[in-house]
Nanobody, 123 residues
Framework: QVQLVESGGGLVQPGGSLRLSCAAS????????WAWFRQVPGKQRELVAAITDFGDTSVKDSVKGRFAPSRDRAKNTAYLQMNSLKPEDTAVYYCNADIESRADTGPVRNDYWGRGTLVTVSS
């Protein structure tokens, strides 16, 4: 079984910074990629940033130049550095990972989600 646990959310003033973390634990064999999504009440969950196992990154246009995904392969952890935060960045942020895990019947590849961490940007 694999678990993803996010941390690092909280209340920050406009213009401030936060760094979110997402740690994968359990029977992790290979992590093929990570993604960060966010969701506000009444709206669909949207992709914010992603990073492959090779380190290739992509970010949503509205956060380009402000958000940067990264990962530490040795720690099975991904990060989302968020700078110059704006009130419209307020949302629950979810970590997603494409992981191959060890199972009794052999390797199993699945998409996993964390429970989310709330980011509130407000003065």
């Amino acid at each position: 079984q694999v678990q993803l646990v996010e941390s690092g959310g909280g209340l920050v003033q406009p213009g401030g910074s936060l760094r979110l973390s997402c740690a994968a634990s359990g029977s992790v064999k290979t992590i093929y990629g990570w993604a960060w999504f966010r969701q506000v009440p009444g709206k669909q969950r949207e992709l914010v940033a992603a990073i492959t196992d090779f380190g290739d990154t992509s970010v949503k246009d509205s956060v380009k130049g402000r958000f940067a995904p990264s990962r530490d392969r040795a720690k099975n952890t991904a990060y989302l550095q968020m700078n110059s935060l704006k009130p419209e960045d307020t949302a629950v942020y979810y970590c997603n990972a494409d992981i191959e895990s060890r199972a009794d019947t052999g390797p199993v590849r699945n998409d996993y989600w964390g429970r989310g961490t709330l980011v509130t940007v407000s003065s």
